[in-house]
């Protein structure tokens, strides 16, 4: 192990880390949105729009990432859309992680007995009322444990952004490779750098699921 190559480029792994970080945290919080609004409409059945939710989840899960990466990146250029290479990660972890998210927030809806639904519609609440403060928060406690891993599902699928020349940590060690051939070097730093990411993420989704057990959600 050359530990002067390590600290040497440390600070490029650095960078990286923030790239990946940011284009994950925002991939994330668009996924959030996608799902939530795919899983309300699928527990509401809105007509048409639930059957194009539902093409969208299966075209979304049952293609790989990398395929829906180049798709937007090589294969909206040619018909006029281009979009740099980190709009493109965003949106393809939004694409992808949107699907997964709606399956979580559907699953906790449709464990909410629709008693509770008829007694805030009765106490005078409107629908979206009902939804926002009696249905949702009971529906995202539930969620959680399935919510987390999708977290940490597509953070760690950031590592196919190389794909798109994204100077991601996976590119960063490719690039180190090819260049120094410090193989073990380049991917000792690349494990190093996933687990700082993940492990809180990991260790907040367990205690996020103990606290909410403790409470009496989730059970």
């Given at each position: 192990?050359?530990?002067?190559?390590?600290?040497?480029?440390?600070?490029?792994?650095?960078?990286?880390?923030i790239?990946?970080?940011?284009?994950?945290?925002?991939?994330?919080?668009?996924?959030?949105?996608?799902?939530?609004?795919?899983?309300?409409?699928?527990?509401?059945?809105?007509?048409?729009?639930?059957?194009?939710?539902?093409?969208?989840?299966?075209?979304?899960?049952?293609?790989?990432?990398?395929?829906?990466?180049?798709?937007?990146?090589?294969?909206?250029?040619?018909?006029?859309?281009?979009?740099?290479?980190?709009?493109?990660?965003?949106?393809?972890?939004?694409?992808?992680?949107?699907?997964?998210?709606?399956e979580?927030?559907?699953?906790?809806?449709?464990?909410?007995?629709?008693?509770?639904?008829e007694?805030?519609?009765?106490?005078?609440?409107?629908?979206?009322?009902?939804?926002?403060?009696?249905?949702?928060?009971?529906?995202?406690?539930?969620?959680?444990?399935?919510?987390?891993?999708?977290?940490?599902?597509?953070?760690?699928?950031?590592?196919?952004?190389?794909?798109?020349?994204l100077?991601?940590?996976?590119?960063?060690?490719?690039?180190?490779?090819?260049?120094?051939?410090?193989?073990?070097?380049?991917?000792?730093?690349?494990?190093?750098?996933?687990?700082?990411?993940l492990?809180?993420?990991?260790?907040?989704?367990?205690?996020?699921?103990?606290?909410?057990?403790?409470?009496?959600?989730?059970?």
């Open positions: 192990m050359n530990w002067d190559f390590i600290m040497r480029y440390l600070p490029m792994y650095q960078k990286a880390a790239l990946t970080v940011k284009i994950g945290a925002l991939g994330i919080v668009f996924a959030i949105i996608v799902g939530l609004i795919c899983a309300t409409i699928q527990y509401y059945k809105v007509p048409v729009l639930r059957t194009i939710v539902a093409v969208y989840i299966e075209l979304s899960r049952n293609t790989p990432l990398l395929v829906q990466l180049f798709f937007i990146y090589y294969g909206l250029p040619k018909v006029g859309i281009s979009i740099d290479a980190n709009t493109c990660g965003v949106a393809g972890l939004a694409f992808l992680g949107g699907s997964y998210m709606a979580a927030f559907r699953s906790g809806l449709e464990t909410i007995e629709p008693i509770q639904e007694s805030a519609l009765s106490l005078g609440m409107s629908n979206y009322q009902a939804m926002r403060y009696v249905i949702l928060p009971q529906a995202v406690s539930i969620s959680i444990p399935a919510f987390m891993a999708n977290v940490i599902f597509l953070l760690k699928e950031t590592s196919v952004f190389s794909a798109i020349s100077m991601d940590l996976m590119f960063t060690a490719k690039d180190l490779i090819g260049v120094y051939y410090k193989t073990t070097e380049s991917l000792f730093l690349l494990v190093v750098f996933y687990l700082i990411i492990l809180p993420v990991s260790i907040l989704g367990s205690l996020l699921e103990r606290r909410l057990r403790y409470a009496g959600f989730g059970a």
